[in-house]
């Protein structure tokens, strides 16, 4: 029953929305698979621009996951059960054979536990054994509420101004070092980051600082 409420309401406040995609043209017809990444407290624009769409996304095995599985499903995505602590190995190997098959997936590698803003490294091995593009986003509302949460969680307030951005992909080279990655890695951070900034921007928000990453560029 609560996880219907949060749909109902999440949904509700979607429709009202003004989403403007930039850089979506871009990279909507990559001829390959494609993960989509951005921060975890900014998935909410995100969820109801791809609604009905069918992409992947993995959501942990925690009591909030499985909440968060109903509502994502209300939504129109395809889950994938796993997190760095349960499951991981299986949600790696369907992640791969998703992507494969050329699918879209939506990933929040700073997720589910933080710290918030610092890529984690599943991401990069399934673009690694797949060849998948991995497209940095970030999606921003003029006006919105922030949760006191580890990823000060974004939910855009009825009738918001709100953008969804798309960066250039970046890709993982078959054969590449754990250097390599590492460097990959930082550069996937950055462009997260740069996008996130764009959005922010773009709309003219002000969001709170980054608790676990106060390097982290604010507006306030």
Known sequence: MLSSLVFRIAR????????????????????????YTGWHGRSYIPANFFEGRGVWCIISHSRDGEMQTRIFSSFGFQIIRGSTGRGGERALVESIRVLRKGDEMAITPDGPRGPAGV????????????????????????????APTWDRYMVAKPFSKAVFVFGDPIYVPADADDAKIEEIRLALQKAIDDTQATADAHVGARPPANPSRPDTPTRE
């Open 119 to 146: 890529v984690q490294g599943g991401v990069l091995l399934m673009a690694k054994k797949t060849g998948a593009a991995l497209v940095p986003v970030g999606s921003s509302a003029k006006r919105a509420w922030y």
């Open 12 to 35: 509700g406040i979607g429709v009202t929305l003004r989403i403007e995609a930039i850089g979506w043209d871009a990279v909507k017809d990559l001829p390959i698979g494609r993960i």
